[in-house]
């Protein structure tokens, strides 16, 4: 089983324009983002205490799913790789309005899509807004599909805890 380390560093590859996390000499985890998407280029940033935390935080809230022990460390990498995410508009108008409910960083919600409901993780929140890492494809209102392991910044208003018995099908 992977398990963090003080030898895992962020970087970022300017050939593959991609974030990257070099786990070691034979593995390295390519996240979805791009210079554009980032807010920092780290160099060599080596993998904090803080990060080893949400890491299990983030393997933890996965658990519930029907997800092979990949998929989940797939995603938790995808949501640790967050951190290095600028600050984006809201995308709500993709999705409807639902009953308002606390939820916090590193909580499972559910989101209404145009093909029916999809779980997401919690990978950042603050008073009007939480971001999303969608574990599964999505399509919205407009049309559009907005792709697994994307972050979407959305209103509160537009997510809900998610109800476990309805949903383990669906995210798997």
């Not at 209404?112 to 999505?138: I, K, Q």
């Not at 994307?150 to 018995?165: A, D, E, F, I």
Request: net charge neutral; charged share 20%.
């Amino acid at each position: 089983m992977l398990t963090p380390s003080e030898r895992w560093s962020w970087t970022y590859c300017q050939q593959r324009d991609r974030l990257l996390l070099d786990i070691s000499e034979q593995a390295q985890f390519c996240s979805n983002l791009t210079c554009r998407q980032l807010a920092v280029l780290p160099e060599q940033q080596r993998f904090a205490i803080v990060e080893a935390e949400l890491f299990w935080h983030y393997m933890d809230s996965l658990q519930p799913l029907a997800l092979s022990h990949a998929q989940t460390l797939e995603l938790c990498l995808h949501a640790l790789s967050c951190q290095y995410l600028q600050l984006q508009a809201h995308k709500s108008w993709y999705f409807p309005e639902q009953v308002t409910a606390r939820v916090k960083h590193g909580d499972l919600v559910s989101i209404v899509g145009a093909d029916g409901r999809v779980a997401a993780l919690v990978v950042a929140e603050d008073a009007d807004c939480v971001s999303c890492l969608m574990l599964d494809d999505v399509q919205t209102l407009a049309g559009k599909t907005i792709k697994r392991a994307t972050v979407v910044r959305l209103l509160r208003n537009r997510v809900s805890p998610l109800n476990q018995p309805t949903m383990l099908a669906r995210s798997a």
